[in-house]
């Protein structure tokens, strides 16, 4: 194009002029049909409970299962009429108007069959081992759709420090994109605060602002600062000077300015406040918020050092699951309908549901429960449910997303999936088209490569 800017197109001839003329009105018309538009999410809250919960005990109830898998749980109603869970989740059966249970998810290979590469699987949305390292869904869209607060990074997970939270993966995004772990063993903690946040009095500010100058007199000793890479750090350095200086950065995690009564209602434990801490960084404007949490090993859990939801071994114990003729894979856990874990949940995920439902964040942030993959309809001979990504259920809400419904099924069993079946990609894929973002737009490797947000993957349609 530089060389015709300089040419006079009277010599080129009435023609060829009408046909650049057609060719930049054909690529302004391609740019408009692949831009990104505003979609009915604004934000994006993820409650990840990571290492497997059993879908057969919570949203997705089998009462006429062989006698031998049967759950103790019962199946409850809730406020919709025909739509069932158990009774381990009886407060969020008072919100289950507001909710949209997909009870038809499942895997198509066998390598995700594994805490790592199926969470991998869940943060990305894509099946991990390909030839290029796919990033987590939050990075894309911060890359894709920036954020409306200017002094927290645009995806940040609370509080990243589970054994799978170092799952997540940059991939190919710029460094500004990369999520923040806020760290944290126990947000119930009085005083908890995310370290590093705000300014080293002992540098100031008028210190600190010299100091970025001289970074900037450096050009922060990158080879080439036109290229992806410093462009990203640059970004990431602007970044943390709007953090740094912000007066609401120090404030934005601090939850004992949330009412007492409120703080009760999510649950004091550590999972009640995570949650808590969720809404109120997605009451900020933060574009996409991750919880990422298990209760930590306390007084009150003697041998819950891994409060996570890999059940292998007695599932159904009143305590611990560290019980005599227990394999091992299981151990550190407190069984299913310990208040340590299906007690916690319940309390705060209807606390969430309702709290945000109530401050009018519902009407614009998509709130999604998931988990890497189910359990085994067939309780083990430790009286444990084992991996099991043929079925298992994750749930959805706000956003435009429709309460009251129950999408797909899975056999009487809960092993394989009988209708309407839907993978981590197509959960990307709607997250994606939820906030608006064109799929057939692609992301671009540094070296130039074409990749699509969800090659595999197709939006949830009943979600819209």
């Given amino acids: 194009m530089g060389e015709l800017r300089r040419r006079n197109f009277l010599g080129i ?19 408009g049909q692949y831009r990104d538009r505003p979609g009915r999410a604004k934000n994006v809250l993820v409650i990840l409970e990571q290492g497997g919960m059993s879908h057969t005990d919570t949203w997705d109830p089998k009462p006429d299962t062989l006698v031998g898998q049967l759950s103790p749980h ?19 059966s008072r919100v289950a108007h507001k909710l949209s249970v997909i009870r038809s998810m499942y895997h ?36 894709r759709v920036g954020s409306n607060c200017d002094y927290l990074p645009p995806y940040i997970m609370a509080p990243g420090n589970s054994e ?26 009085p005083g908890w605060k995310v370290a590093g946040l705000g300014l080293n009095q002992a540098i100031g500010e008028s210190r600190f602002l010299d100091r970025l100058d001289l970074l900037g007199d450096l050009d922060i000793g990158l080879p080439n600062n036109h ?10 350095i602007e970044q943390a000077e709007g953090s740094l200086l912000h007066p609401n950065t120090k404030t934005a995690f601090d939850l004992e300015r949330e009412p007492d009564k409120l703080r009760d209602a999510y649950g004091r434990g550590h999972r009640g406040q995570c949650y808590l801490l969720g809404r109120r960084l997605i009451e900020q404007d933060v574009r996409f918020v991750t919880i990422d949490v298990r209760e930590p090993l306390t007084k009150s859990t003697p041998g819950g050092t891994n409060l996570n939801w890999d059940h ?34 319940d309390q705060a995920f209807s606390t969430l549901i309702q709290d945000m439902d109530e401050r009018g964040l519902l009407d614009d942030t998509l709130v999604c429960f998931v988990t890497e993959f189910g359990r085994t309809p067939k309780l083990n001979k430790a009286q444990g449910r084992d991996h099991w990504s043929r079925a298992y259920s994750i749930v959805m809400a706000g956003a435009g997303v429709p309460g009251g419904q129950i999408i797909g099924a ?24 939820k906030l608006g973002l064109n799929l057939d737009k692609t992301l671009q490797t540094p070296d130039g490569r074409p990749i699509l947000l969800a090659a595999s993957g197709n939006p949830i349609r009943e979600v819209f």
């Fill in 312 to 345: 292998h071994d007695f599932i159904y114990a009143s305590g611990t699951c560290n019980l005599p003729g227990a394999g091992g894979g299981g151990r550190g856990r407190y069984g299913i309908g310990t208040w340590w874990m299906m007690g916690s949940v």
């Fill in 13 to 31: 001839g009435v023609a060829g002029g009408l046909s650049l003329f057609q060719n930049a009105a054909t690529i302004k018309a391609l740019e």
């Fill in 227 to 236: 290229s992806d890479k410093a462009a990203g750090w640059v970004q990431a």
């Fill in 410 to 433: 899975s056999d009487r069993q809960g092993a394989f999936v009988t209708e309407r079946p839907y993978t981590p990609d197509d959960y990307a894929a709607t997250v994606y088209k």
């Fill in 164 to 189: 799978q939270a170092k799952e997540s993966r940059l991939g190919f995004m710029p460094f500004d994109t990369q999520v923040f772990k806020t760290g944290g063993k126990d947000l119930s903690q």
């Fill in 74 to 92: 019962k199946p409850i109603s809730t406020t919709v009429p025909g739509m069932q869970f158990t009774e381990l989740l009886a407060k969020t």
């Fill in 108 to 143: 198509t290979n066998g390598i995700t069959n594994g805490h790592p590469k199926g969470t991998q699987y869940t943060l990305s949305g894509h099946v991990p081992g390909g030839p290029v390292e796919m990033p987590d869904i939050g990075s894309v869209v911060a890359h």
